[in-house]
C-alpha cells in the first residue's frame, strides 16, 4: 500500500487540507510526509503502537517521534486547558473541539428543482480583545444551471 494511501480514512471526517496547513503554522514550517502519516494514523483511531505496527515501525520509535513533533504541534495550535497529554486520544479530542472534524453534509432541496449540498465546519473559536471570534467554513454543492435546465424541460414535456 503507497504510504499516501495509508490511513486514507482519515479525510473522510476530517479536514485534513486546512488541518496540515493550521499544524505547519503552528511548527513555523510545512509537516512533513511521515507527520502527516502518523496524524492521518491517529485520526484513523489508530494507537500509536497500531501506527507502528501498520508501518512496520518501532512502536516506541513512533511513540518518542509524536511526542517531539505532532503533540506539540497541536498543543501550539488548539491552547487545551489542559496541556497534558494523557492519552493519544486527547490529540483526537482536541482538534475536533477545535472544529477539525467534518460533520456530514447536509442535503437542501427548494422548490425550483436547486438540490444542493452544504457542509459546515467550525474552524476556530477564540477570544480576542473580549471578542469571542467564530471562524466558520461554509461549502455549498449545487448541480450545474445546465443540469438544472434540463431537468426542468424534461419535467414540462411529461
Not at 125 to 137: A, F, H, S
Request: charged share 30%.
Amino acid at each position: 500500500m503507497a504510504k499516501k494511501e495509508t490511513f486514507s480514512e482519515a479525510a473522510l471526517h476530517w479536514d485534513l487540507e486546512t488541518l496540515y496547513k493550521d499544524l505547519a503554522s503552528a511548527k513555523g514550517k510545512h509537516l512533513t510526509p511521515t507527520e502527516k502519516l502518523h496524524l492521518r494514523g491517529l485520526l484513523s483511531e489508530y494507537s500509536p503502537d497500531e501506527i507502528a505496527d501498520k508501518l512496520g515501525k518501532s512502536a516506541k520509535g513512533v511513540g518518542v517521534d509524536l511526542c517531539n513533533t505532532l503533540y506539540r504541534y497541536v498543543k501550539i495550535l488548539v491552547e487545551p486547558s489542559n496541556g497534558k497529554i494523557d492519552n493519544w486520544r486527547n490529540i483526537c479530542e482536541w482538534l475536533e473541539t477545535a472544529g477539525y472534524k467534518s460533520d456530514s453534509p447536509l442535503e437542501a432541496e427548494s422548490d425550483d428543482y436547486l438540490s444542493a449540498k452544504i457542509l459546515i465546519k467550525k474552524a476556530n473559536v477564540k477570544l480576542e480583545k473580549n471578542q469571542i471570534i467564530v471562524d466558520v467554513n461554509l461549502r455549498i454543492v449545487a448541480t450545474s444551471p445546465t443540469e438544472i435546465s434540463t431537468i426542468k424541460v424534461e419535467d414540462e414535456e411529461e
